[in-house]
């Protein structure tokens, strides 16, 4: 199958559900992106902020960037003047970083907290106390150049469904519980980023707004 025909595929697939696709590009060349792009994608998730800065001005400007991997601080003003979403927030210290060169280039930047779910102790993300702490600091309330608008988070690589399941289910808990306490007035904070190509199908069962398939749609990384 073709990159066009698989996101076509899972284009069809979403149709109808609360989600949409979020094409995970990294590793690939622009010639890949255009592909997809040319077969309708247009949120691209890459893991790399110097990777995703030299391929953004390849790509039409109505492409929407988000960056789904580990963020250092002194990365963000590569991504400030065009990313759309950072998916991967996990302290007040990269919030505040972003807030400062998302205003010296006169943007808001989209932020979705990641949380841990998986039960490897490798994978990342804030439990909710952590993104309770955050959300409660009175800095946060100054920030007024980063939008919280949801969650985002890896389940466990594993078969066990009924793990994933449960995984979507804690992280899905964790919007419902920060919309209730914190965004309730919130339209922007919505999104419930979970799923990747080996379970994006229960991700979108549980819940999810924005999945991120790379493998499924280009193959595998190698
Ligand atoms: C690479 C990556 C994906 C996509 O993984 P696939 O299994 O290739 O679909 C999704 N989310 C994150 C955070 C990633 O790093």
């Known amino acids: 199958m073709s990159i066009a025909d698989n996101i076509h595929r899972i284009n069809a697939e979403l149709a109808g559900t609360a989600a949409r696709l979020c094409v995970v590009t990294k590793t690939h060349s622009v010639e890949l992106l255009e592909e997809a ?4 994608a247009r949120v691209f998730g890459e893991n790399r902020p110097q990777e995703m800065a030299a391929k953004q001005p390849q790509l039409p400007p109505d492409v929407e960037w988000h960056l789904i991997g580990q963020l250092q601080t002194n990365k963000v003003k590569l991504l400030a003047p065009f990313v759309h979403t950072i998916q991967s927030v996990d302290s007040l210290k990269l919030l505040r970083e972003i807030n ?5 280039s006169r943007r808001v930047i989209n ?3 990641q949380f841990h779910i ?5 994978k990342s993300g804030l439990s909710m106390a952590e993104a309770e702490a955050i959300l409660a600091d009175v800095e946060f309330s100054h920030l007024t150049h980063v939008r ?3 969650v985002m988070g890896v389940a466990t690589f594993t078969p066990d469904e009924g793990q994933l399941r449960e995984e979507f289910q804690q992280l899905r808990g964790y919007f419902e519980r920060l919309k209730s306490a914190h965004f309730a007035e919130s339209e922007a904070f919505c999104d419930i980023s979970m799923g990747m190509s080996g379970d994006y199908r229960l991700a979108v069962a549980g819940g999810s707004t924005i999945v991120r398939v790379g493998s499924a749609i280009f193959g595998s990384r190698g």
């Open 37 to 40: 792009y040319a077969a309708g």
């Open 100 to 104: 400062k060169h998302a205003a010296a």
């Open 111 to 113: 932020c979705l907290l």
């Open 118 to 122: 998986a039960r490897e102790e490798t």
């Open 148 to 150: 919280i608008t949801g």
